[in-house]
């Protein structure tokens, strides 16, 4: 897991929408839905993270968020290995129902880049999870880190959200850079019998809030 310490309770620096554009965003399953894409100046890892604007929240109520990590595997090929992909299809869906964003963060593999992430999926075929390969490849478990994330969405106007996630970490970093996060809102449980000692694994090493007992029954292929 990353260094928290190293985070303040508020974002130190102060990022900037660069352009916003309307995109049309087609699904493999038919699913469509318009969106305003959003592009940042002055994001402290100087990555080209997008936010993905969706839907028209009531006023007065809180906007739905999801920080979703990109995952190519996952994203665009369908990889069964994750749970990526569904997680992308769901969000959109769902926080367009409601109003919010889904932040498209560029931090493929935890944070560790594509090829280093394939490099984990070989150590993982010889029986490591995929926390373990990570670590025996010298990396970390989790390399995210969330600043720039907090920076989007204050760019935005959005300082009190409700977070599409199952992951604890995303709510605890988000609340140290000073984002009130309302609630955690869990999102759909997409197990396959490729990604199932995945999802296992996020549930005892990182204590992602999926039902354990649904993931007993199936084995990895």
Known sequence: MPDHAATTAAVTATATPRSRVRVPLRFHDGYAVD????????????????????????????????????????????????????QLREAVERIADRGGILLYLRQEGRGIGLYNKLDAYALQDQGLDTYAANTALGLPEDARDYTAAAQMLQALGVTTLDLLSNNPDKAEQLRDLGIAVRDRVPTGVFTTAHNVRYLRAKVLQTQHTLPLGELTGLHAG
């Open 35 to 86: 969106a305003e894409l959003v592009t940042f100046h002055g994001l402290a890892d100087g990555q080209e993270h997008v936010a993905v604007v969706l839907g028209d929240p009531a006023p007065g109520t809180t906007p739905l968020v999801r920080l979703h990590s990109e995952c190519l595997t996952g994203d665009v090929f369908g990889s069964a290995r994750c749970d990526c992909g569904p």
